[in-house]
């Protein structure tokens, strides 16, 4: 009787102990109930570090891309300031567009090579000043339209007049280079004007008061 008291509480209590003990350690413990409050707290704090990374770059990018935008403009206004210098406010340009209405349009190399030295030397200076324009725009640091507005009538004018003179100096010196710059800009100015007619200032104004 004893023995089988003994067993029974034996079996008893084993059936109890395996059927707390596994509830305690899947449910109640301490370790599992740390992991499932910890994992979505360390979640949303790297997803905040990310958030804030990306804001941060694409403030840095715009904030770039103004200061480049800014320093852009600085400098197309800066160029357009030795455009108006060397085309329109030297004082040898001024006189050089009195002496270029004296020249036929068109005019042989022999017609300028028959003109004065100091002619000559006025037309040499000119062409120089628009080879410098002309570098300027190629590269970038004008647009054709400012110096079309500008300038672009002078220039015209200068390159249908010195064109053949330049030519025939090109083939007796073997400098092809002489005055290329203003040639090439010439060009671009004709082609610009073919696309776009050449509105004057005055009538631009007029159009907008209408």
Not at 12 to 17: A, G, Y
Request: hydrophobic share 45%; aromatic share 10%; charged share 20%.
């Amino acid at each position: 009787m004893r023995v089988s008291r003994v067993r029974h509480s034996s079996f008893v209590i084993r059936h109890w102990t395996l059927d707390i003990i596994p509830r305690f350690t899947i449910h109640d413990s301490p370790i599992t109930i740390h992991k499932s409050l910890d994992a979505p707290m360390h979640l949303d704090f790297a997803n905040l570090l990310n958030v804030v990374s990306t804001i941060t770059l694409i403030g840095a990018l715009v904030f770039t891309g103004l200061q480049v935008r800014a320093a852009n403009r600085a400098r197309r206004e800066q160029a357009a300031v030795t455009v108006i210098e060397t085309a329109a406010l030297s004082e040898n340009s001024a006189r050089f567009l009195e002496l270029l209405s004296e020249i036929p349009e068109g005019a042989s190399a022999a017609v300028i090579e028959n003109l004065d030295a100091e002619t000559r030397r006025q037309i040499f200076l000119f062409g120089l000043r628009v080879e410098v324009i002309g570098y300027m725009v190629f590269h970038g640091l004008v647009d054709v339209q400012t110096v079309n507005d500008l300038a672009g009538g002078a220039i015209l004018s200068f390159w249908s007049r010195a064109k053949s003179w330049s030519e025939e100096r090109r083939k007796r010196t073997g400098h092809d280079e002489f005055l290329e710059w203003c040639e090439w800009l010439a060009t671009q100015i004709a082609q610009y004007r073919a696309t776009r007619p050449y509105v004057p200032a005055y009538s631009r104004i007029q159009a907008r008061q209408i």
